[in-house]
């Protein structure tokens, strides 16, 4: 993952890296742990990885002595110029520890890399602690698709508009120069 930002503030011994084909399995069961109602088939982390072009996944590794453990991961499409974070996920005894900030910055990061105007996501209505990270991200609300969830929950449709990166620079060329 790039950028410092995602790296800054993360508890001691967690690395953040890109997700490998090998990692799916481990993952599928935090997924299915996390997200009892909702989860994805395990195909479906293998499909995701396999479109290099459009999509990006990370996970976070708890690395001690005694192990290595994915304690975190995320996804994104991107097709320019929408963005969608696919996936984030905590473990709960890792929550509140910078994690969910850290992978939402690199997906904002690559989004914008990727050309990206906007990022978009789908978070539960009944998940207050996610709507808040993303809020202080600078996401608002668009939308609400009712009972979008399995067991009948709505999602929140939520977006950040975002400069893809150079424009700023390439904004900024022109500025003090006269005719």
């Known amino acids: 993952m790039s950028g ?17 084909e090998a990692d799916v399995p481990e993952v599928h069961a935090l997924e299915r742990l996390l997200f009892p109602a909702d989860a994805w088939p ?10 290099a072009q459009t999509r990006r996944y990370w996970v976070a590794e708890h690395r001690t002595p005694s192990g290595t ?4 991961y995320a996804g994104l499409m991107c097709v320019p110029p929408i963005a969608d974070v696919q996936t984030i996920a ?5 929550e509140g520890r910078g994690l969910g900030s850290a992978l939402l910055t690199g997906l904002i990061d690559e989004a914008r890399r990727r050309g990206a105007a906007d990022v978009l996501l ?18 608002v609300q668009i939308h609400t698709r009712r009972r979008y969830y399995r067991d009948g929950v709505d999602a929140l449709i939520m977006q950040l508009p975002i400069a893809p990166a150079g424009a700023a620079e390439a904004g900024d060329a022109g500025e003090g120069e006269t005719e």
């Open 69 to 72: 453990r994915i304690i975190a």
């Open 42 to 51: 395990e195909q479906m982390f293998r499909d995701e990885l396999a479109q």
């Open 4 to 20: 410092e930002a995602a790296r800054a503030g993360l508890p001691a011994g967690v690395v953040l890296r890109e997700m490998a």
């Open 122 to 139: 789908e978070v539960r209505a009944d998940n207050p602690r996610a709507q808040a990270l993303y809020r202080r991200f600078g996401f």
């Open 90 to 94: 905590v473990v709960p005894d890792f």
